[in-house]
């Protein structure tokens, strides 16, 4: 008790002072360490469990393989369904207006949005049903309702925004590979570069929301679009870093280094789809926990991909990252099965044998023990995986780039991708600081909606 107690006002002292609640506790600690010798796992013989996720196809095969051995280990019947990205929160937000959503579910850093529909895993921390002795304070924080200290879900890991390459590409047009350090302009001249050379957009994949909410945190410090705790905007109303990253991708889109509207949507949230696995672009964004699954197609193409960081508006200035809590498992609230479901969890994130069939796909794994031992026979490919995150770690300003997504954040992503990065596209602005001012009172506008 004491020393779980110790972790909760450690990740209170990061988190703005919230504590999480305690409850009382009823069992030893770590009595359901799921890797410990002699581990009796739960008998939940003739009963059903349903889980819920959204992925690629490897995802998909990995965890499928995972619910099978929790299957054999208690004796349950697990009913799975999983969709791509964007059918996901469709999906889910049919169920959740139905009232049928599944007893566990994959949820992403937009919780706040979808916060009535989630159980709060406190008593199942405090009691030990979720075993929490191989995760750190820090962790543990990167899922808890700063507002009352609710721990909404369990993180399947970290991982972080960033770029992934094709160095042959770069090699051919002679352009030198990223540093941790490239910038904007360094971005758009290997772009430009790459485009007259093969003749084929350098780029296809982007997330313009990310890479704009990021441009205000390297524009000044001290900045960020949100608030760390999610409750404002958190940059002065200061539109010019917007302006900017408007007008260098706009302009290399226009000029057709970076693929049109319609060549990203049709590649969607699948990045297995994305053309540089095919060897027919040389960049595209991505979260790092998806690099496995790109890769793996990558490789079957004879191409080898590496991670760089997203550039930086200036050199010496702010990176604008930040290590995140990866999607996290939650428990519907309206569940009947909530204690059966936090086993479920309890596995899913603790156990090693299960995560070295995940192997991190979902992000570094929040547990210590579990990390250690991936590390001992890690791939090369999960090994650049791994430095990505520790040099994003090691960057001065990543503590204080906020990850947070507050309700409101839904809705003004959408109105800034479709209204203004596709409008500046097809010249509906009458310039870059027009659309970035525009766009900053509408954002006002929409965000007094959700208060």
């Known amino acids: 008790m004491k020393k779980f107690m110790t972790y909760l006002l450690l990740a209170a002292m990061l988190l703005c002072s919230v504590a999480i609640p305690a409850l009382a506790e009823e069992k030893a600690e770590g009595w359901n360490n799921v890797n410990a010798e002699g581990y009796v796992f739960p008998d939940y013989s003739g009963q059903t469990l349903s889980f819920m996720w959204w992925g690629s196809n490897t995802r998909a095969e990995i965890t499928e393989k995972v619910i099978h051995l929790w299957e054999e280990h208690t004796g349950a019947k697990v009913e799975f369904e999983w969709y791509d990205g964007g059918t996901y929160w469709t999906q889910f937000q049919a169920k959740m207006e139905a009232g049928t959503l599944p007893d566990v579910f994959q949820m992403g850093n937009n919780w706040l949005t979808y916060y009535k529909t989630i159980q709060p895993l406190n008593e199942f921390i405090e009691d030990g049903t979720i075993d929490t002795t191989a995760i750190g304070p820090a962790m543990i924080a990167t899922t808890v309702n700063q507002a009352n200290g609710d721990v909404t879900g369990m993180s399947n890991g970290t991982n972080a925004r960033c770029f992934a390459y094709n160095p042959a590409i770069f090699d051919a047009a002679g352009v030198e590979y990223p540093t941790p350090y490239w910038t904007w302009e360094d971005f758009a001249d290997a772009c430009r570069t790459i485009y007259a050379v093969t003749g084929k957009p350098a780029v296809t994949t982007l997330e313009y929301n990310s890479l704009a909410y990021s441009a205000f945190t390297q524009w000044k410090e001290g900045y960020n679009f949100y608030a760390m705790d999610g409750t404002d905007f958190a940059f002065e109303g200061d539109t010019e870093p917007l302006a900017y990253l408007f007008e260098v ?12 509207y319609g060549i990203q949507n049709e590649i969607g ?4 789809a994305d ?16 690099f496995n699954a790109l890769s793996k197609v990558a490789a079957e193409n004879n191409i080898t991909l590496e991670l760089a960081t997203i550039p930086r508006m200036f050199e010496d200035g702010q990176s604008g990252m930040v290590v995140r809590s990866s999607q996290q498992v939650s428990i519907y609230a309206g569940s009947e099965k909530k204690e059966m479901a936090a086993n479920f969890i309890n596995y899913f994130i603790n156990s090693v044998e299960a995560n070295k069939i995940l192997n991190c796909e979902r992000g570094v794994s929040i547990n210590s023990d579990v990390l250690a031992a991936l590390k001992e026979n890690a791939d090369e490919v999960t090994s650049k995986i791994y430095t990505m995150i520790d040099l994003i770690g090691s960057f001065a300003d990543a503590a204080n780039t906020s990850p947070a997504e507050p309700a409101a954040n839904e809705e003004i992503s959408d109105v800034l991708k479709k209204t203004y990065f596709q409008g500046l596209a097809e010249g509906k602005f009458e310039s870059y600081q027009a659309a970035a001012d525009q766009f900053w009172a509408e954002a006002q506008e929409i965000w007094a909606k959700f208060q």
Do not use: F, H, P, R
Not at 249 to 260: F, N, S, W
């Open 275 to 290: 053309w540089i696995a095919y060897g027919n672009s040389a960049i595209i964004m991505l979260s790092s926990n998806q």
């Open 249 to 260: 991708l706009t302009e290399l889109q226009k000029e057709g280094a970076i693929a049109d």
């Open 269 to 272: 949230s699948n990045i297995e």
